[in-house]
Each structure stands twice: as C-alpha cells, then as structure tokens.
C-alpha cells in the first residue's frame, strides 16, 4: 500500500475515533459531583421512541454482565427488560438524579431509528456506522433550559 494512503486511513480513523468521543460526551450523566462527571456509572438510555421523536428516557446504573445477566434474565429463561432497576441517585454523592425532558426543539442530528435496529433514518447508514448524536442528547435536566446562561 503506498505510503500517503496508508496516512489518509489513520488520519480517517482518528477522525471517527475524535467524533466517537464527542458522541460519547453528548450522552447525560449526573452532574452533582466530580466522581460523577468523569466516572459514567450512570448515564440516561431512551426507552421509547415515537414517530421520529425519543419519548422518555430512564437513568441506568451499569453493573458487571455477571448481574446483569442475573437481572435480566427470568427463571424460566425469558428476557425480563423491564426487570433492570432504574437508578434514582448518584451513586457517589447520593445526590437525587435530575428529572429529564425534550429539548425543543430536538437537534436534528440526532439519531432514530425507523426500520427495527437495522439503519439510522437521519444519516442513512448502518447503525454500526452512525456518527448521529445518540437519542439521548435530545434531553436535558428539567429547569436547565430555564435557567439564563452566566
């Protein structure tokens, strides 16, 4: 491979790797304490999604796959989702997670799903390669937009 495409390969992947950095910020997390902000114990998923709009959103608390797998899976071997607890406080501070609403309105590049798991409908592409801002950026803790810039 000659030498100058082999650089535009590693400077292509370092820019996804940039961007999937930045998705990775845009995603909400706790904000009551520095252990929360730079450990995402906890972070907000999207549950629902209407016609091309998230609906609502529920904190998770990750735990190892071992427990999660406890969680998720009943005792006659069928998927209970709805089984996994919502995390409802910090877990370093103890501080009472924030309530979440829309943004209004939603950013455009954010990412949904229309087909079933298989293409994201804002860019076109496999989800495997979706740079779109994740579902949960479009929301923010309720009060935030209230609030006037200092």
Do not use: N
């Not at 390969?9 to 961007?19: C, H, K, V």
């Not at 930045?22 to 016609?51: N, S, W």
């Not at 409802?88 to 229309?114: D, H, N, Q, W, Y």
């Not at 293409?119 to 006037?148: I, N, V, W």
């Amino acid at each position: 491979m000659h030498p100058d495409v082999k650089r535009w390969r590693q400077l292509q992947s370092l820019e996804r790797l940039d961007r999937e950095l930045e998705i990775m910020r845009l995603i909400p997390t706790p904000t009551c304490c520095d252990a929360a902000k730079h450990y995402p114990a906890v972070t907000f998923q999207v549950a629902d999604v209407e016609g091309r709009r998230p609906t609502r959103g529920y904190w998770h608390a990750h735990m190892s796959e071992s427990l999660a797998r406890r969680y998720a899976v009943g005792p006659d071997g069928s998927v209970w989702l709805s089984a996994m607890p919502e995390a409802k406080f910090c877990p370093f501070c103890g501080a009472p997670l924030p309530e979440m609403v829309l943004k209004e309105p939603i950013p455009k590049t954010v990412s949904v799903v229309l087909d079933g798991g298989y293409y994201c409908s804002t860019c076109k592409e496999r989800l495997y390669s979706c740079m779109c801002d994740p579902p949960a950026s479009a929301f923010e803790p309720k009060g935030r937009a209230e609030t006037p810039p200092r």
